[in-house]
């Protein structure tokens, strides 16, 4: 490793690990916009709970499925011509953010509809017989008592997430991943795979840190 353009890999790693964070923090983002109200309504519509509704659920449950069943390099090029006419390009952290939102969405639903699954149905039945609207329910019982649960949600999302950015490298999305096949398949120099790996380590490292930080605040 003494030979190694120390200098020039900085500069790329820091470029690469910036790519990996810009795209992360974009999926996270439409992860919580739109995956929490989406495991709130999977949730709300099953069976015995104030929105009950069948067909919802099962549309809703079914569509969540698929994707979570469908391996992201498979997704991340079935994507592709949504991505090209979203974005109107298919390479770069941008155009990458479009498949990993949609598998952050889905992925962050489901565990949001877990955690609420967590919270007392006792007290949601208590709520309900006091009068409470539903809009106070969902705010103030199910997503107040399961706060814990979707910050831990949300750190194995970013977590799934920065795995997924790896992958993103493979169709140009830049990224540490990309880094690492550019440099350390492509041209076999194997010290600046390993860097990178450890780059991705460290990073899930503090993510996981913060999670359970905040995770631990947000408990009753």
Do not use: C, H
Not at 75 to 94: A, D, E, K, M, Y
């Amino acid at each position: 490793m003494g030979n190694l353009n120390w200098q020039g890999i900085s500069a790329d790693l820091i470029k690469a690990l910036a790519e990996t964070s810009y795209m992360v923090g974009i999926s996270m983002a439409l992860s919580v916009v739109v995956g929490i109200p989406l495991g709130l309504l999977l949730y709300i519509t099953e069976k015995g709970l104030f929105a009950e509704n069948r067909l919802v659920n099962l549309l809703g449950g079914f569509a969540v499925n698929v994707i979570r069943s469908t391996p992201f390099v498979i997704l991340l090029v079935l994507l592709l011509p949504i991505t090209q006419r979203l974005i109107g390009t298919t390479i770069g952290p941008i155009a990458a953010s479009v498949p990993l939102s949609v598998a952050a969405i889905a992925f962050y639903a489901r565990l949001v509809q877990s955690s609420l699954w967590e919270v007392d149905r006792g007290v949601l039945e208590a709520a309900d017989a006091m009068g409470a609207p539903p809009w106070m329910i969902i705010k103030d019982v199910l997503l107040s008592e399961s706060f814990p649960g979707l910050v831990r949600g949300l750190t194995v999302t970013a977590v799934s997430l920065i795995g997924y950015s790896a992958m993103a490298g493979i169709v140009g999305g830049g990224g540490v991943g990309d880094l690492a096949i550019r440099f350390g398949y492509y041209r076999y120099e194997t010290d600046i795979m390993l860097i990178t790996v450890v780059a991705l380590i460290v990073l899930v490292q503090l993510v996981q840190s913060a999670g359970d930080y905040f995770a631990k605040r947000g408990t009753k």
